[in-house]
């Protein structure tokens, strides 16, 4: 069975950090690809990064280059989405993504506001 449980959202002020983490099992997590989305309220999902099975290769949403940092720990069936000097613009529900059978996290809050 596949699982993905993602943990470390919360509330931040603008400017703070937040790590995401989401925890993977049912499959071998060092085989594939993994992504993170995000969802804000009255908009569509969107990809905000993505790291190859090996963590060698990582691609992110252009505006948030700089400020995300995907990575993963292959011994921990474990990708991280480390989020900097963040805005209330990037309020939403984050989630973690398996694309080769498709399958999501439940999904977290992360929500930035004074």
């Known amino acids: 069975q596949v699982k993905l449980v993602e943990s470390g959202g919360g509330m931040v002020q603008p400017g703070g950090s937040l790590t995401l983490s989401c925890v993977a099992s049912g499959f071998t997590f060092s085989s594939y690809l993994m992504r993170w989305y995000r969802q804000a309220p009255g908009k569509e999902r969107e990809m905000v990064a993505a790291i190859s099975h090996d963590g060698v290769h990582t691609s992110y949403k252009d505006s948030l280059k700089g400020r995300f940092n995907i990575s993963r720990d292959n011994a921990q069936d474990t990708v991280y989405l480390q989020m900097n000097n963040l805005k209330t613009e990037d309020t939403a529900v984050y989630y973690c993504?398996?694309?080769?059978?498709?399958?999501w996290g439940q999904g977290i809050q992360v929500t930035v506001s004074s």
């Open positions: 993504h398996w694309p080769n059978l498709n399958y």
